[in-house]
Structure formats: structure tokens, C-alpha cells
């Protein structure tokens, strides 16, 4: 389920300005965790915004994530000041933990720790 251009162009747009307003999360609200909008998938009639967030170095994810959730009106809020003249409505968004990338982290670090024996010549 790719979407339609106007999907694809607006979940580009959601995914940069949303990642702009948690660089700059000035107060803290999250923590200081160091936050990544990995993707963003669009309903077809631009309402619903399901956006994916990695958190690299972040010990408690599920704390982070419930930090975002308390804070959603706030973050939707100053999505809609950034993107209000573009579109006629601001979506709902619904934050998830990207596990793709999580999983990648994981398993590189098991590769990374094999104790794998040079090859011998014979």
C-alpha cells in the first residue's frame, strides 16, 4: 500500500516539520532522547498520520512513547502552525516504535559479538 503522490508528499512533509519540532524540544519534554521520525503512512483522506519514532539510545522506549502520547495536542499543535497554510486539516497522529530498526540494532550487535575464528589457510 504505497498511497497516492499526494500521501507520499504530504508524509514527507509531516515526517521533516515533526522531526524539526523534536530537535527542538527546548524543555525537555521528552527527555532529551535523542528522537528519529523513521516513517510516516497517511490515511487515504489525510486524517490519520501513523508516525514511526526510533529512539537509538534510549533506555526506557515505552516511557519515551508515553511521553509523546501525553504531549500529542501540543506536538499536533505545532505541526499546525508549521504546515496549516498547506493543508487543509492537521491529521490525528498516532506515534509508534519503529521495531524495524530496532531489530537491525539488535541484530548487528550480535553479529558484532560472535566469536568467529580467523580462517585458517590450508
Known amino acids: 500500500m504505497a498511497g497516492t503522490t499526494r500521501q507520499q508528499k504530504f508524509s514527507r512533509l509531516i515526517q521533516k516539520e ?26 487515504a483522506d489525510l486524517g490519520l498520520a501513523k508516525i514511526y519514532v526510533s529512539m537509538m539510545l ?20 505545532a505541526l499546525g502552525e508549521k504546515i496549516g497554510k498547506q493543508v487543509r486539516i492537521v491529521p490525528e497522529l498516532v506515534f509508534y516504535i519503529d521495531e524495524v530498526e530496532e531489530t ?3 541484530i548487528e550487535n550480535i553479529i558484532k559479538n560472535l566469536n568467529i575464528p580467523p580462517e585458517t589457510k590450508v
Open 18 to 43: 515533526l522531526s524539526e519540532i523534536f530537535q527542538r524540544d527546548k524543555r525537555g519534554v521528552l527527555d532529551n532522547a535523542f528522537i528519529t521520525i523513521t516513517d510516516v503512512k497517511v490515511s
Open 58 to 77: 534510549t533506555k526506557d522506549k515505552d516511557k519515551v512513547l508515553e511521553k509523546i502520547n501525553v504531549n500529542k495536542k501540543e506536538i499536533r499543535k
Open 104 to 106: 537491525a540494532e539488535r
